[in-house]
């Protein structure tokens, strides 16, 4: 039977959203995914906020900063969905930058999963 904990981003300060304060890689760190390498999942969920008066895009380096996901994010539209539970373990790192500093803020949550 699997078992799930809903844990905050490690990247996060109580919980609180993380502010994209870096314009290049390797960007601000989201999260650590969990340092197991079977049976054990960080299911990872991201929403951004731009508070920006203009468009801003930014690059999500999920697990290494080999070909960053590359999203724009409309200027203050509310938060715009970014990762849908995707999974990563192995202590795996999920950072995130862009064009614009501080400007950005990130949200989310880890759901752990034990098989």
């Given amino acids: 039977m699997s078992t799930a904990i809903k844990l905050p981003l490690s990247g996060s300060v ?3 959203g993380i502010k994209i304060t870096t314009i290049a890689s390797p960007g601000t760190l ?3 995914a969990t340092s197991a390498t079977s049976g054990i999942y960080d ?3 991201l929403w951004a ?6 468009n801003i895009t930014i690059f999500i380096e999920w ?3 080999d070909l960053a ?3 724009t994010i409309p200027l203050q539209t509310g938060v715009i ?3 849908p539970g995707f999974i990563l373990q192995n202590s795996q790192v999920v950072r995130i930058y862009a064009n614009t500093a501080n400007k ?3 949200d989310g949550f880890v759901n752990r999963i034990t098989n």
């Fill in 43 to 45: 299911e990872i969920w």
């Fill in 104 to 106: 950005i803020k990130i």
């Fill in 14 to 16: 109580d919980g609180k």
């Fill in 49 to 54: 906020y731009n508070d920006d008066v203009y």
């Fill in 81 to 83: 969905p970014l990762i």
């Fill in 63 to 65: 697990g290494d900063s």
């Fill in 30 to 32: 989201i999260h650590t």
């Fill in 69 to 71: 996901r590359k999203i």
